[in-house]
């Protein structure tokens, strides 16, 4: 995905302060030919930053100060390794980051550690979110205009302007709330809202 990509080009080899493991769960395969087992861990050498296999054990996964989980299928994650989690986010102060997608992040996990962990209130389902009919820019929301993660340039109207510039939306997630203390920094913003504001 195009996210996997631009995390990994971001964070790879450029400060030896940031040690990468990225993991590919379900990577293209070359038939007749099964890529050996290497275990994502903080202790490899810097610079071997491709995975096979998460994390085994809760000591492995407290090595990390960020955690990113991609839009996974549900069955990537067992129960077990949830509650890992939580306890790196709630006990280590460990980032925990949640790329949604269309396919399964957040809505396909029914698993209440994972809920608990995922900042939006929702209904589990096994649909896909792909092909919405309506179309969808960024918007910062009161709270992000001034918030240090989407500053991404100086100047509050320039920042706005980046981000309607970002590219569109063609899917997004329906919620029923937010979990406490979740705040919302961007939300869609309709193309039709988008030009009769214009108008």
């Not at 299928?73 to 790329?99: K, N």
């Not at 302007?161 to 406490?180: N, S, T, Y």
């Not at 869609?188 to 504001?197: F, M, P």
């Amino acid at each position: 995905r195009w996210e996997f990509r631009y995390l990994r080009n971001l964070f790879y080899g450029r400060d030896q302060s940031i040690h990468l493991q990225s993991v590919l769960l379900e990577p293209d395969r070359i038939a007749g030919h099964e890529p050996a087992k290497v275990v994502a861990s903080a202790s490899r050498p810097f610079g071997e930053a491709n995975a096979t296999h998460l994390p085994e054990t809760e000591e492995e996964w407290r090595k990390f100060d960020v955690i990113i989980v991609g839009d996974i299928g549900p069955d990537s994650l067992s129960d077990s390794q949830w509650e890992i989690l939580s306890r790196c986010v709630t006990e280590r102060a460990a980032l925990l980051v949640l790329v949604a997608g269309p396919e399964s992040m957040p809505h396909a996990f029914s698993s209440e550690t994972a809920k608990q962990l995922i900042p939006v209130k929702y209904e589990a389902s096994k649909r896909t979110y792909y092909g919405s009919e309506e179309v969808f820019h960024f918007g910062l929301t009161n709270t992000g205009r001034n918030h240090p993660i989407t500053a991404q340039v100086e100047g509050q109207i320039r920042n706005e302007q980046l981000w309607a510039g970002f590219p569109e939306i063609r899917w997004r997630h329906p919620i029923e709330g937010l979990q406490p203390g979740a705040e919302v920094l961007l939300h869609a913003v309709s193309n039709q809202k988008k030009k009769e504001s214009v108008n």
